[in-house]
């Protein structure tokens, strides 16, 4: 019997979405500071240890935020060091999600980004209720 061809979309290429719970678990773990450098997707590194072999260093520093550190190796040349090898993070205990976890998407980068802001000074302005918010500027041609 003839049957019409059907062509079946599946989300099979698309990388499964994993597990909220499990992100959201790891989030609850996370201090300030691992909150910030996941907020801002950068860490902030700073001079932590050099440890000199016979023919190189090695370079560790620390973030400030998150305490996470990385190490490299720079070589000695004629005029002064060179970096040798890419930067290896040593990630803390609890920082990296599992594996299994949903990757932290735009809605809990949201949150992160307010955890970050808000938990700062924050100065209230009394707004002049007669004063529109300030316009996106447009542009004009004529
Ligand atoms: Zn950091």
């Given amino acids: 019997?003839?049957?019409?061809?059907?062509?079946?979309?599946?989300e099979s290429t698309e990388p499964l979405p994993g597990d909220p719970s499990l992100t959201r678990e790891t989030m609850a773990q996370w201090r300030a500071g691992q909150k910030t450098c996941r907020a801002?997707?950068?860490?902030?590194?700073?001079?932590?240890?050099v440890w000199e072999h016979r023919d190189f260093y090695e370079v560790v520093e620390q973030c400030s935020h998150c305490r996470n550190r990385r190490?490299?190796?720079?070589?000695?040349?004629d005029h002064g060091l060179r970096k040798a090898t890419g930067w290896k993070a040593?990630?803390?205990?609890?920082?990296?999600?599992?594996?299994?976890?949903?990757?932290?998407d735009e809605d809990l980068g949201d949150?992160?980004?307010?955890?970050?802001i808000l938990s700062r000074k924050v100065v209230e302005v009394v707004d002049d209720p007669d004063?529109?918010?300030?316009?996106?500027?447009?542009?004009?041609r004529k």
């Avoid at 801002?40 to 001079?47: A, D, E, Q």
């Avoid at 040593?90 to 932290?104: E, S, V």
Wanted: charged share 35%.
């Fill in 1 to 10: 019997m003839a049957q019409a061809l059907r062509v079946v979309h599946e």
């Fill in 111 to 116: 949150e992160l980004t307010a955890s970050d």
């Fill in 40 to 49: 801002r997707k950068r860490h902030n590194w700073g001079p932590f240890t």
């Fill in 131 to 140: 004063d529109e918010k300030p316009a996106t500027p447009k542009r004009t």
């Fill in 71 to 77: 190490s490299a190796e720079f070589i000695k040349t």
């Fill in 90 to 104: 040593d990630y803390r205990d609890g920082y990296l999600l599992p594996r299994g976890a949903m990757r932290i």
